[in-house]
T-cell receptor, first 114, second 110 residues
Framework: DGGITQSPKYLFRKEGQNVTLSCEQN?????MYWYRQDPGQGLRLIYY???????QKGDIAEGYSVSREKKESFPLTVTSAQKNPTAFYLC?????????????FGPGTRLTVL | GDSVTQMEGPVTLSEEAFLTINCTYT??????LFWYVQYPGEGLQLLLK?????DKGSNKGFEATYRKETTSFHLEKGSVQVSDSAVYFC?????????FGTGTQLKVEL
């Protein structure tokens, strides 16, 4: 089955630690995205990538980093510089970066900072 | 910048009631419009979309019409079921960015 996988589903981190969230897709999509979801605030774009080895900052990139070394993979690192990292993180992909293309979402990773 | 405004929830309905969730948008160009649904603990699934004015998107009994004159994309369903209980997000896409509303929680009771 084609789709997007995110791991782990739940992640706990101590303050001051970096942590990497995995996102893999087998849909052969060029574009991939990371969103953060907080209660009552909808989804906010962290980073996106339209092609391998290229990515752009979204609306809330501070304290996060990404890489896009392979078409299938777009890992997100939450660094210790992110002041309030506890949230639900969603990865998505689309055929291309054009607006009318549907974005497909993974099941999400819930990160809790202890 | 581009933005999406949705009615606040939660919206609580009895099974078989009529549903409307209002969505209006602000955009500088001509965006594509989407409704996504999120079930508890899961990611988002596309429910329906419309890419130009007067288009009607429909899926699973849900409908929404792209109204350019009122900059709206209201979601409707004639008869809701308990299984429709979820959070619904309106979104617009222009260029390479998807902008979401804050979501509306729907609760359907027997």
């Amino acid at each position: 089955d084609g789709g997007i996988t995110q791991s782990p589903k739940y992640l706990f981190r101590k303050e001051g630690q970096n942590v990497t969230l995995s996102c893999e897709q087998n849909l052969n999509h060029d574009a991939m995205y990371w969103y953060r979801q907080d209660p009552g605030q909808g989804l906010r774009l962290i980073y996106y990538s339209q092609i391998v080895n290229d990515f752009q900052k979204g609306d809330i990139a501070e304290g996060y980093s990404v890489s896009r070394e392979k078409k299938e993979s777009f890992p997100l690192t939450v660094t210790s510089a992110q002041k309030n990292p506890t949230a639900f993180y969603l990865c998505a992909s689309s055929i291309g970066g054009q607006g009318r293309n549907e974005q497909f979402f993974g099941p999400g990773t819930r990160l809790t900072v202890l | 910048g581009d933005s999406v405004t949705q009615m606040e929830g939660p919206v609580t309905l009895s099974e078989e009631a009529f549903l409307t969730i209002n969505c209006t948008y602000t955009a500088t160009g001509y965006p594509s419009l989407f409704w996504y649904v999120q079930y508890p603990g899961e990611g988002l699934q596309l429910l329906l979309k419309a890419t130009k004015a007067d288009d009607k998107g429909s899926n699973k009994g849900f409908e929404a019409t792209y109204r350019k004159e009122t900059t709206s994309f209201h979601l409707e369903k004639g008869s809701v079921q308990v299984s429709d209980s979820a959070v619904y997000f309106c979104a617009l896409s222009f260029g390479n960015k998807l902008t979401f509303g804050t979501g509306t929680q729907l609760k359907v009771e027997l």
